[in-house]
């Protein structure tokens, strides 16, 4: 994997899935793909329980062997790694976060009807629920993604922003939605308005990459812009749910990242949060 645009920059993911979710690997064998990285920082985010979603995000049980597990393994590899015990938190996960190092809150979901659906499933999941809920108005959807995220460091305590504009994943071709609409554009800029007044860390998530659905990194240009230009604090990660991506994309999304206008990138050390100058 190339790294050669963070020399002087500790290698650190923060956003990696194991196979207690929806990632293909056990946490040990993150941990030893990590080690042989020769990765500073590895920090594991399991997706948190939500009921209506058991094939992607982690039951109880299984929070429970996720957090056994990964604390065990903190011990073990002390001496090689800085492993963290982290969780990516839903905006309508069903149970508070506690016992965490930190939180990387997230929308994947919106409330419709009653149920819930999924905003990163598929095209045609979006589409469906645009005529179902929305009254086949695409825009009206957009902002009520933008709206929910714009609430999810107080409704969830987190440290980190997921992926801020997933909801475009499945818009690559820009056939789904014009971009440069302003039914799609000011509802983004505000909820980025909102949360860059809150004390957190957005990441430049290069995991859409990794699994092909789209060619650049969350956020879009003009949103990691705007981030910059409001001194925003910012972090790459890969959104790893295979080992051998782990910094995927690390080199490129820096190379993205300043030429958007980011002077500086947080890492995680053993010492807490480290901003670097690039």
């Known amino acids: 994997m190339e790294y050669n645009a963070f020399k002087n920059i500790p290698k650190c993911n923060l956003h990696t899935h194991t196979n207690l979710c929806d990632g293909n690997n056990t946490p040990e064998e993150i941990v030893l793909a990590a080690i042989s990285e020769k990765m500073e920082t590895l920090g594991f985010s399991g997706h948190s329980y939500v009921h209506f979603d058991l094939d992607c995000c982690m039951t109880r049980q299984q929070t429970v062997q996720y957090k056994n597990e990964i604390t065990r393994l903190k011990k073990e590899y002390a001496d090689r790694l800085n492993i963290l015990l982290g969780l990516e938190q839903d905006y309508y996960a069903d149970d508070p976060a506690v016992g965490y190092d930190y939180l990387i809150g997230s929308v994947h979901y919106l409330p419709a009807n009653g149920s819930w659906f999924a905003v990163d499933l598929s095209r045609e999941e979006l589409l469906r ?5 929305y009254g086949g108005n695409i825009y009206r959807l957009l902002q009520h993604y933008y709206e929910t995220l714009a609430d999810v460091v107080e409704k969830t305590g987190c440290d980190m922003i997921g992926h801020f504009d997933l909801i475009s994943k499945f818009n690559a071709d820009g056939t789904l939605f014009d971009e440069t609409d302003p039914r799609y554009r000011v509802p983004a800029f505000e909820a980025l308005e909102y949360l860059l007044k ?7 998530n290069t995991g859409a990459i990794s699994r092909g659905y789209c060619s650049t990194p969350y956020p879009a240009a003009p949103f990691l812009r705007f981030i910059a230009e409001h001194g925003g604090r910012v972090t790459i ?6 080992k051998t991506n782990l910094l995927y994309g690390f080199s490129e999304a820096m190379e993205y990242a300043r030429a958007a ?10 010492d807490g949060w480290k901003t670097v100058a690039n």
């Open 261 to 270: 206008g980011v002077k500086a990138l947080c890492v995680m050390t053993k």
């Open 198 to 204: 809150k004390d957190v860390v957005f990441e430049i």
């Open 129 to 133: 629920a645009a005529n179902a809920y």
């Open 237 to 242: 990660s890969s959104d790893a749910h295979d």
